[in-house]
């Protein structure tokens, strides 16, 4: 990765350097994934979320994305799926919030009507799933994050952003090891 690349996705983010307490990661490797699929004639998007999909920041991640590594684009009004689902060994949730919420500390009121997982702030239970819906239905950037207790303060959010645009897309800044496996929904 040459670092015009770098610069090049992080003017695109505007977040990509994440700093720790004893060390810097830059994640910089833009890829396509079938974690989003959608039907745009029906605008219905279905986004696979999966807390802890990597042991990247010590499972603190969206389908091994942290702070804004993620961005899941959906047009407006498309009504949205979410499956949920966690591989951690401990609980994490998925609440999508105003972007200007996306600390811990946060109250964390939902973007759009039923956008949350069960009792967020508790999680769901490692190797639980949960399924959830909502309706895009005001354009702007939003943050999905954990709501269990210190993870989102330790970079567990991600980006949702409502547009103009005609589809969804979906992009990630992160080494995705493994490789998703998900198949497209019909
Ligand atoms: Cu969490």
């Keep these: 990765m040459t670092r015009s690349l770098v610069l090049g996705a992080a003017a695109i983010t505007g977040m990509l350097t994440v700093t720790f307490a004893t060390q810097i990661t830059t994640v910089s490797s833009a890829s396509k994934s079938p974690f989003l699929t959608w039907n745009a004639k029906k ?38 799926t979410v499956n949920f689902s966690n591989k951690s060994t401990f609980p994490h949730s998925a609440v999508i919030t105003a972007y200007a919420d996306r600390s811990s500390e946060g109250s964390h009121p939902l973007a759009f009507r039923g956008a949350s997982s069960l009792n967020p702030a508790a999680g769901t239970a490692p190797g639980a799933t949960d399924q959830f819906s909502f309706t895009a239905s005001r354009l702007g950037a939003y943050a999905i994050i954990c709501k269990v207790a210190h993870h989102a303060d330790a970079f567990m959010w991600d980006v949702l952003d409502v547009t103009r645009a005609k589809t969804p897309s979906f992009t990630i800044y992160a080494p995705l090891n493994p490789q998703p496996t998900a198949t497209p929904a019909p």
């Design 43 to 80: 605008h219905t998007a279905t986004l696979s979320l999966v807390a802890g999909y990597t042991s990247a920041n010590h499972t603190l991640n969206f389908n091994g994305a942290i702070a804004g590594g993620m961005i899941v684009s959906i047009p407006k009004g498309y009504k949205t």
